[in-house]
Every structure is written in C-alpha cells, then in structure tokens.
C-alpha cells in the first residue's frame, strides 16, 4: 500500500468568530459626539484607537480593525515525517490589518497530546500592519504513526498610547506520521464538521513530498491556519481579567452613590468615544465627567483636589484608574503617583487627599454573574461633618 496519506475532510460549517459590529452601529460612529446608534439605539463601544482606526469593538471586546491576525504554514518548506522523527511547523504570522496599527506578540505556546503546554521563544514582538514574522515551531519526537495534532495558542496586544488590550488565539494542526516501513498503512484523517473552520488544520506534509517526488509543481501559497479566540486561555495564561478568572466586560454598568446631582454622569457603560471618565475638581461644564468638591465651608481643601484627578476605564477585561493629577492619590493603602495606573478590585477605596485620607473616599463594589462583572457601584462617602 503507498504510504502517502488520504485525508478525509467532512464538512466546513463552523465558525468560531465573534458578532461583529452592525453596519448601522458603524456608520453612526463616524459622528464623534455620537454615543448611542442612530438606528438600532445600542451603545457605541470605541476602540481605545478610534481616532487612528475608526474601529468598533465586537461582543468580546476586540477591534477586528486593529486586531487582524492571519497565521499560515510554509507549504513549500515541508518534508515527509515518518515515526521516531521531528516535523518543523513553518509558522508565518500576518498583521492583516488596513490602517497603521502594530500588532505586538506576547507569547506563542505548543500543545501535543497530553503533554503540557510548551512555550517558544519569539525573536520578534513587533509586527508592522502588512507586514509578517516567521517562527519555526517544532515538535516533540513523533513516536508513533498515525494522525498528530498539535494545538497551537498565540498572544497578541495592540496598544494605544498607555492603553494595551491583550487577546489570545488558538489554532489546531493534524498531519500525519507515517510508520518507519514505507510499505506500512496509509494514514487517513477524519475531521468533524464542527471543526473544519474552527480552528481546526488539515498539514500533510507527507503528501506535498510525494506531489514533489513526481513531478509536481512546487507549491508557493501559504497553507492558511483557521483560528479562533481562545477566552479559556485568556484567563488561564492571565491576558485578560483577574487572577481568580473574573472579567470586566465593556458593557458593564457603573453605579453612583451618594454623590450630589449634576456631579456625575447617568448611571450605565461608558459610551464616551473616548472610553475612559474623566474625575476631578473641575465641574462637568468644565471638562470632566465626575466632580468631587467637598461641601461649603471646607473650599481651602477642595482646592486640595487636582482639577483632573484620574480617569477610569475597561482594560484588557479589567476596570482600571491612572492617576492624572500633581499630588496623586491613594487606592486603599497603594499611594499612585501621576501617570501610575493599577486596577481596581471590588473593596477598594479611593481615597483623593493623600494627606488627607479620611476627608473624602469612594468605595469600588462588584456584582458578578458567572464571573463576569456585570455592574460597578462608585459610592462616595464623607468623613463625618464634611457634608
């Protein structure tokens, strides 16, 4: 029996990509002051680049404008594999997108089998829109014959000014290994509808050796990997969330207690084009989204507080504040200095007078379903006799 392999392919109707923005949501984000659609009255989620890329985010919270990522295998490169040997994957990665938004890898990792992950070292990070980088990713010893599969987890983050949002990507290689006796079994390779197209490859590069063997023309184009969004990975590799797997999503809703009307912005996400609040001593007539004054008589210690303090907003599925002012501010026993950022967890205080800690605080509260975080209660709470 030839030993080159026959691969059987059932089926190509499954899809792992996320809701993409709607075409009226699109359109209606071209008005810069708009923060709902026009049409359909959903919010409009920015991207932290729109002003370069003009981009949505879609239901997880990626913008497919600046987050364009095309993963394919050198097909030329390839040679036959036979049991007790290695194959080299020759891994091109693409940043396939149209606007000048890099692209930064931050890790590439190897499963095979039932092994644990393996991460490969990466001679790059940096990836020009257009632009590619090439890894050879190579397996294990191939101990014995049959089908092999590979699965294949790729970090990526694209970045805006300080702001970075990290997302991970899975990809799944079969090919076969042929048995150290030519004249062995042909190796035949049955893949389920619901994974050709999801993340799901079909390498076989014992069959493009033998096409070459004969006679064939040698084949140029990349063999294109599907890939998906990996949520389980961004948690578990830390890309996106907490430590403990909990998860701010962008439409989350924030909550105000206990501040004065006209201080601070009807509850609900943040649907600025911006996405990011604005929270200082400064009116919300002056510029800023959230005001914090203390009451009449104490104006000398207002003036304590900077007129932009810091801002808050999602991150990489965390809720987050950067200090913004001269003097900084303390959350719960962490002083921040300006441009310092950290994410907030359910239980901080922020406190805005670091010498005056006790004068004037606000309380960051959780409510979590099925650990996504689902609203935000800020409440402000005066020291005694500083109403």
């Not at 984000?29 to 919010?43: I, N, S, V």
Request: charged share 25%; aromatic share 6%.
């Amino acid at each position: 029996m030839s030993s080159r392999s026959i691969m059987n392919v059932i089926g190509s109707n499954a899809s792992g990509a996320r809701a993409a923005p709607a075409h009226c949501c699109t359109r209606s984000a071209l008005d810069l002051e708009a923060c709902f659609c026009e049409e359909c009255g959903k919010p409009l989620y920015r991207c932290m680049a729109h002003a370069e890329c003009g981009g949505l985010v879609d239901d997880g919270g990626m913008c497919p404008v600046c987050v364009n990522l095309d993963l394919s295998l050198n097909a030329g490169a390839a040679s036959s594999v036979r049991e007790g040997g290695k194959l080299a994957l020759p891994l091109t990665i693409r940043n396939a997108s149209n606007v000048g938004r890099p692209l930064f890898v931050s890790g590439l990792w190897i499963t095979e089998d039932d092994a644990p992950p393996r991460e490969i070292k990466l001679p790059f990070e940096r990836i020009d829109p257009q632009q590619t980088a090439n890894v050879a990713v190579r397996t294990e010893i191939l101990k014995h014959a049959g089908v092999h599969q590979v699965d294949l987890l790729i970090a990526v983050s694209t970045r805006y000014q300080w702001r970075q949002e990290e997302f991970v990507f899975s990809s799944k290689i079969i090919f076969p290994v042929e048995p150290k006796d030519p004249g062995g079994p042909a190796t035949t390779i049955n893949v389920n509808a619901n994974e050709v197209g999801a993340g799901f490859t079909v390498y076989n590069p014992t069959r493009i050796e033998a096409d070459r063997s004969a006679g064939a023309p040698r084949q140029l184009e990349p063999v294109k990997l599907s890939h998906k969004r990996a949520d389980a990975a961004e948690r578990e590799y830390l890309k996106r969330g907490f430590d403990n797997g909990t998860k701010v999503p962008r439409n989350v809703e924030l909550i105000w207690r206990g501040f004065e009307h006209g201080q601070v912005p009807p509850d609900g996400p943040i649907v600025k084009p911006s996405g990011m609040l604005l929270v200082g001593r400064n009116s919300r007539q002056a510029g800023n989204d959230i005001c914090l004054r203390l009451a009449e008589g104490q104006e000398q210690l207002s003036l304590s507080i900077s007129r932009l303090l810091f801002s808050l907003y999602i991150e990489s599925g965390a809720f987050k504040l950067r200090a913004e002012g001269q003097h900084g501010l303390c959350v719960s026993d962490k002083q921040l200095r300006r441009t310092e950022t950290v994410i907030l967890q359910s239980g901080d205080i922020i406190r805005p007078l670091v010498h005056n800690p006790s004068v004037l605080a606000i309380r960051v509260d959780f409510e979590i379903e099925h650990r996504d975080v689902r609203r935000i209660i800020l409440t402000r709470e005066y020291a005694e006799g500083s109403l």
